[in-house]
T-cell receptor, first 114, second 113 residues
Framework: GAVVSQHPSWVICKSGTSVKIECRSL??????MFWYRQFPKQSLMLMAT?????????EQGVEKDKFLINHASLTLSTLTVTSAHPEDSSFYIC??????????FGPGTRLTVT | AQSVTQLGSHVSVSEGALVLLRCNYS??????LFWYVQYPNQGLQLLLK??????LVKGINGFEAEFKKSETSFHLTKPSAHMSDAAEYFC???????????FGTGTRLKVLA
């Protein structure tokens, strides 16, 4: 149980374009979803927290107009990287929570911006 | 604010030797603590978690961790390292108010043949 999927697992896009990453909780309802960014050989950095039907709460230093987060249902959250640039290339990981202390992590999405 | 410190960004052990990865936390209330493993280009896999029940927690793949409140530690151990244990390991604490995770900086484990 508690499976989280991400799609796509790997995406390459051209500089200036936008890319959407989906995060789904497959067998449970996620009241909260978290989006992380991980640079090579570094730890996970929390970007934002989203609750179903509410606007996302962004961590300090994260551009909310660049990283658009939508949590339209209890099983789906999306992260859209707008006007992507090479410095946005990273590993993006989502996790889902059910209002308790534990989060369930997706497998991650590797974004490469050329 | 809560924080997590992982001492040793790189740890090397011989195959069959004891694995010890250190994690210290700072929290004013009893925390929820986690250890995750990450293989290259993959997501996080939960190894074990402490949720204020037993202080010695057993996880998958032979790993265990002991919660020591007096030392504010939650070190991860495995009696005998295997080549397949080579990976990045993250300790995390869950904030009891927001349920946000605070991750340590990670420890890369290398297992020598």
């Amino acid at each position: 149980g508690a499976v989280v999927s991400q799609h796509p697992s790997w995406v390459i896009c051209k500089s200036g374009t936008s890319v959407k990453i989906e995060c789904r909780s497959l067998d449970f309802q996620a009241t909260t979803m978290f989006w992380y960014r991980q640079f090579p050989k570094q730890s996970l950095m929390l970007m934002a927290t989203s609750n179903e039907g509410s606007k996302a709460t962004y961590e300090q230093g994260v551009e909310k107009d660049k990283f658009l987060i939508n949590h339209a249902s209890l099983t789906l959250s999306t992260l859209t990287v707008t006007s992507a640039h090479p410095e946005d290339s990273s590993f993006y990981i989502c996790s889902a929570g059910t209002g308790t202390y534990e989060q369930y992590f997706g497998p991650g999405t590797r974004l490469t911006v050329t | 604010a809560q924080s997590v410190t992982q001492l040793g960004s790189h740890v090397s052990v011989s195959e069959g030797a004891l694995v010890l990865l250190r994690c210290n936390y700072s929290s004013s209330v009893p925390p929820y603590l986690f250890w995750y493993v990450q293989y290259p280009n993959q997501g996080l896999q939960l190894l074990l978690k402490y949720t204020s029940a037993a202080t010695l927690v057993k996880g998958i793949n032979g790993f265990e961790a002991e919660f020591k409140k007096s030392e504010t530690s939650f070190h991860l151990t495995k009696p005998s390292a295997h080549m397949s244990d080579a990976a990045e390991y993250f300790c995390a604490v869950s904030d009891q108010g927001t349920y946000k995770y605070i991750f340590g900086t990670g420890t890369r484990l290398k297992v020598l043949a």
